[in-house]
Each structure stands twice: as structure tokens, then as C-alpha cells.
DNA sequence: TTCTTTGCAAATTGTTTGCATGCTC
DNA sequence: GAGCATGCAAACAATTTGCAAAGAA
């Protein structure tokens, strides 16, 4: 964990407090492109911190829970995997995810897109769609049929 | 499992051997509105026969899987619970569902809401989505904090 | 000092797999 | 009769939880 002049302001801005483990977890993340499992986080803070055992997985798992209650990360669960998790920040760059059934690729999809629906359906349901980080399940340009 | 003579064409059709269990399973969740787990088919399986460990859980996942691989039934995961899946059969009536992150409860999205946006997709990305049985995550009308 | 967060290990829960037996075609 | 499907139990994997010790405010 390099740089946690960088990530604890963020954390304290959320009410949090500023600890190793957390600053650890929104380093990993936020550099991250993409979605990361437990796991790949795990991995990468002990890669960065050259030392085995310097998170606990329960820990990885709290903090995400209480990140993503506060929306500064958003979960995905795929079929056949674990959840991942991805860093969303103020849901300034919000987007959705087109996951290939077949091949298992991800590629983004920009909040533009999503916005009309999202406007749609709240106005005609209530419901308010969470911003951003949304999977949408398909088949990907190499993996259809055609 | 009442109605064997309605479930079992629909196996044949698709190529699949008609046995007890499957014809359950496809009754199960044909029955249903909304996504089921297979704690819930079981459930409903054994109530149906009135006879506990009717089937087993392991029968469940296996005959799913075919059925999803098919395109017969639909798979979501959400956090914090387990696979959920429903009957799409031809996917005539697709549409997807609004899932209240606070309250878990889900509502049906109609199909001609989604429609442009897969369109929109479609034609932007050539990524093509899979019809029917997307999760949209977010807040209910009763949930919501206004 | 006080209240939170972490680590560890054990407990759950959800899902998959191996194999002998039963059932469908 | 041949081969796929099922049940059962054991194996796995992913999360969750309880609790005492360590850390942040």
C-alpha cells in the first residue's frame, strides 16, 4: 500500500476510519480496471506489501460490504464465479458491463447508453435503478451464432 | 408433479430424456413467478409429492444447468443469496426484474421497456444480449430515502 | 480511554463430484 | 440391453460469524 495520502482522504470523507487494511482494499481497487474477486484483491495487497497474510479474507469481505453500502464500490456476481467488485467512486464515470455468456469477456458499456432506460424506468415503475455497474448477460461479437 | 403431459413434450422437444425429476423441476418453475433457488424448486417439488427428499439437490443443479444450456431457463445472482432461476421457455414473454437492494423484493420489468435499450446495444457494440431474465439493481418504490 | 476494526479459526451455506443403482429409450 | 439420469454422501469453495487483541480517534 503505497499511497495512502491518497486513499484516506476518501475513506475519512465517507465517515470512515483510516486504517491499513481499508486503505490497502481502496488501493487495489482503484487501481484496478475492471472487476476484482476477493481473492485478486487479497493477492494484490500482499503483492504490493511483499508480505503473505497482511490482509484477512473476513477483512477484505467487511470492507467491501461497508464500501459498497456506501456506493464507493459496486458487486457483480457472474454465474460459475465468485463476486467481484469494482471501484465506482462518486459514480462520476458510472457504466454497466456486457458479459459473453460463451467466452466469459467483459466489455464496457459507457452510462450514456444506460441513461434513457434508467430515466424510463424510474418514471414508469418508482423503482430507482442503482448508477452504474450494472452486467447485462449476452453473447459478445466473436461468440454469436451468426 | 401433476401435469407429466405438459412438461414432458417440452423435454422431448428439446431433445432431453423425460424422467421424474426433470418433469418436477420444469413443473416447479413453470408454475413460478419469478426467479426460484433450488432450495425453493426442492420445496416445491416435495410439497407437490408430499414426500420429502422427493429429489435430490444435486438433481436440481445438474437438470438446471441442462435446462439453462438450452436456453430454457435463465440464471441471475444476486449478492448475498444463491443462483436463482426461472422458466423462459421460448422467451416470448421476456422481461427482466427490478431487485430493491434494501428490501430484496423484486418486481417484473416488461419487455418493450428493455427493448430499445438491447437494441441500442446491439447496434452500438455488436454485442448481442441475451433476452429476458436480466437483473436491474436498485431501490424500491418504498425503500427509496425521499 | 472508548469504540471500531482486524485477524484467526471455526461454522455455515451453496455447489460440485464420484460412483453404484435405477430408469428411459 | 445400453447409456444416460438420479440419489447419496463426501469434497469443495466461498462467505460469514464469534471473540479476543490491536488500532484509531
Known amino acids: 500500500m503505497s499511497c495512502t ?3 484516506a482522504p476518501i475513506l475519512r470523507a465517507a465517515g ?3 486504517t491499513i487494511a ?3 482494499v481502496v488501493a487495489a481497487l482503484r487501481h484496478a480496471r475492471g472487476h476484482r474477486s476477493v481473492d485478486d484483491i487479497i493477492r494484490r495487497i500482499e503483492g504490493d506489501m511483499a508480505m503473505p497474510g497482511a490482509i484477512a479474507a ?4 467487511r470492507t467491501l460490504e461497508t464500501l459498497e453500502g456506501i456506493g464507493l464500490v ?3 456476481r457472474l454465474p460459475k464465479s465468485a463476486v467481484t467488485f469494482e471501484w465506482v467512486g462518486g459514480a462520476a464515470d458510472a457504466h454497466s458491463h456486457l458479459v459473453c455468456d460463451r467466452c466469459g469477456g467483459e466489455q464496457l458499456l459507457p452510462a450514456d447508453v444506460m441513461e434513457p432506460l434508467m430515466r424510463d424506468i424510474e418514471e414508469r415503475t418508482s423503482f430507482r435503478p ?3 455497474h450494472l452486467a447485462i448477460r449476452g453473447e459478445c461479437e466473436h ?4
Open 5 to 7: 495520502n491518497e486513499t
Open 58 to 61: 473476513s477483512t477484505v469481505y
Open 130 to 132: 442503482a448508477p452504474g
Open 22 to 24: 481499508r486503505n490497502a
Open 16 to 18: 470512515l476510519r483510516s
Open 74 to 76: 459496486g458487486s457483480v
Open 143 to 146: 461468440c454469436r451464432p451468426d
